[in-house]
């Protein structure tokens, strides 16, 4: 961490962040617009080199609205062979950085049959499907808890903030439980069922070791999915692609980019 966290300051000159974003499948392009300056994941020690079409593999700092930002311009993820604990890494030395609220933001499948490809859902709650948990191992008590609370991770204020922020843009929001599995392969048909059943509005394969970690950093988050296709037996889905996730992200991202800055001012 301190390898880390040394490189980073010597490239920032000092730079803190009090805001820190982790950007999805084909939701990058707000990190190029607000680039002040950016640093290549393989060059920083400790950090994974992303691998996944539409995840450019850049830590990006910026100012945005008078806030400090630092952004994760594509994230590493559980079914690349990395361990819970390596993609999750970056979330703590956003932590050490400074950063006091995280927005996480993925592209996911549709459960709730009312909601359609390129909705924006705010995160309310997860399901975590994944088999592994970040926080197993040794606890460094100087991040956090050995048993943290999870009864509110994604904070109600930042969602009552981005309800305001949709309403004064004229965004529908969309408000779900997102339900995390493995990948890579996509779910299937029962698979989905089942996740409809528990609870689930939204699925997709990242973000919730990422919440895990900043609830138990003492970071507030807030978390926002582009819902990109309907979900695999949800009556109107399509054979799936990561091709159809970029795609439908790509038709989405300029009301996603409007409203992300939005928050970022009002919060």
């Given at each position: 961490?301190?390898?880390?966290?040394?490189?980073?300051?010597?490239?920032?000159?000092?730079?803190v962040?009090?805001?820190?974003?982790?950007?999805?499948?084909?939701?990058?392009?707000?990190?190029?617009?607000?680039c002040?300056?950016?640093?290549?994941?393989?060059?920083?020690?400790?950090?994974?080199?992303?691998?996944?079409?539409?995840h450019?593999?850049?830590?990006?700092?910026?100012?945005?609205?008078?806030?400090?930002?630092?952004?994760?311009?594509?994230?590493?993820?559980?079914?690349?062979?990395?361990?819970?604990?390596?993609?999750?890494?970056?979330?703590?030395?956003?932590?050490?950085?400074?950063?006091?609220?995280?927005?996480?933001?993925?592209?996911?499948?549709?459960?709730?049959?009312?909601?359609?490809?390129?909705?924006?859902?705010?995160?309310?709650?997860?399901?975590?499907?994944?088999?592994?948990?970040?926080?197993?191992?040794?606890?460094?008590?100087?991040?956090?808890?050995?048993?943290?609370?999870?009864?509110?991770?994604?904070?109600?204020?930042?969602?009552?903030?981005?309800?305001?922020?949709?309403?004064?843009?004229?965004?529908?929001?969309?408000?779900?439980?997102?339900?995390?599995?493995?990948?890579?392969?996509?779910?299937?048909?029962?698979?989905?069922?089942?996740?409809?059943?528990?609870?689930a509005?939204?699925?997709?394969?990242?973000?919730?070791?990422?919440?895990?970690?900043?609830?138990?950093?003492?970071?507030?988050?807030?978390?926002?999915?582009?819902?990109?296709?309907?979900?695999?037996?949800v009556?109107?889905?399509?054979?799936?692609?990561?091709?159809?996730?970029?795609?439908?992200?790509?038709?989405?991202?300029s009301?996603f980019?409007?409203?992300?800055?939005?928050?970022?001012?009002?919060?």
């Open positions: 961490m301190e390898d880390t966290l040394n490189f980073i300051n010597q490239k920032t000159n000092g730079f962040p009090e805001i820190g974003i982790i950007l999805g499948s084909g939701l990058g392009e707000f990190a190029d617009e607000h002040d300056f950016a640093i290549n994941y393989s060059e920083i020690p400790n950090f994974l080199k992303s691998t996944v079409q539409g450019k593999g850049r830590l990006v700092f910026a100012e945005i609205s008078g806030r400090k930002v630092v952004m994760m311009q594509g994230r590493n993820h559980f079914y690349e062979g990395h361990s819970m604990q390596e993609i999750t890494y970056p979330v703590k030395v956003m932590k050490k950085l400074g950063v006091k609220t995280l927005i996480l933001t993925n592209a996911a499948g549709g459960v709730n049959k009312n909601f359609k490809p390129s909705d924006l859902m705010i995160i309310t709650d997860h399901i975590n499907y994944m088999g592994a948990n970040p926080l197993i191992g040794p606890n460094d008590l100087e991040l956090g808890e050995r048993f943290p609370d999870m009864s509110e991770i994604y904070k109600k204020e930042l969602i009552a903030v981005a309800d305001r922020c949709a309403e004064n843009l004229g965004i529908k929001l969309q408000h779900g439980v997102y339900f995390a599995s493995s990948g890579p392969s996509y779910e299937t048909p029962a698979e989905i069922k089942m996740a409809g059943i528990i609870g509005d939204a699925v997709g394969m990242s973000t919730v070791p990422e919440a895990i970690v900043a609830n138990y950093c003492g970071i507030k988050v807030l978390g926002i999915s582009c819902i990109s296709n309907l979900a695999a037996g009556e109107g889905a399509q054979k799936l692609s990561h091709a159809e996730v970029i795609e439908t992200t790509n038709a989405v991202k009301r980019k409007s409203l992300l800055q939005e928050i970022i001012k009002n919060i």
